[in-house]
């Protein structure tokens, strides 16, 4: 079963404050990137939810930014493949049996 997740934002003002409190929480965590080393697989799940949001966006659909996703995708599928190495996994095999 997924998780339930809040409902979308239903007012302009509602939906430009929780945009202003995501973007407190991602610059409290990048500040504390500098000093604090997340895990890889934490990082990865933001970048890929990041990169998602980018790609559903007008912008991404107008070429609008100089982002070079390909880049982005080939790190989250070594972290991806480090991670799964580390617990035992196997690429390929997501069930964590070789």
């Given amino acids: 079963m997924q998780p339930q997740y809040a409902p979308p934002a239903t007012t302009l003002s509602h939906a430009n404050e929780r945009w202003d409190n995501m973007a407190t929480l991602f610059n409290t965590i990048r500040d504390h990137a500098r000093s604090f080393e997340y895990p890889s697989a ?11 949001l980018y790609l559903e966006s007008p912008m991404a659909a107008a070429g609008g930014s100089q ?9 989250i599928a070594v972290v991806t493949r480090q991670n799964q190495a580390g617990q035992g996994m196997v690429p390929g095999h997501g069930d964590g049996n070789p």
């Fill in 42 to 52: 934490s990082v990865a799940a933001l970048e890929t939810v990041l990169i998602r």
């Fill in 67 to 75: 982002i070079n996703l390909g880049n982005m995708i080939q790190q």
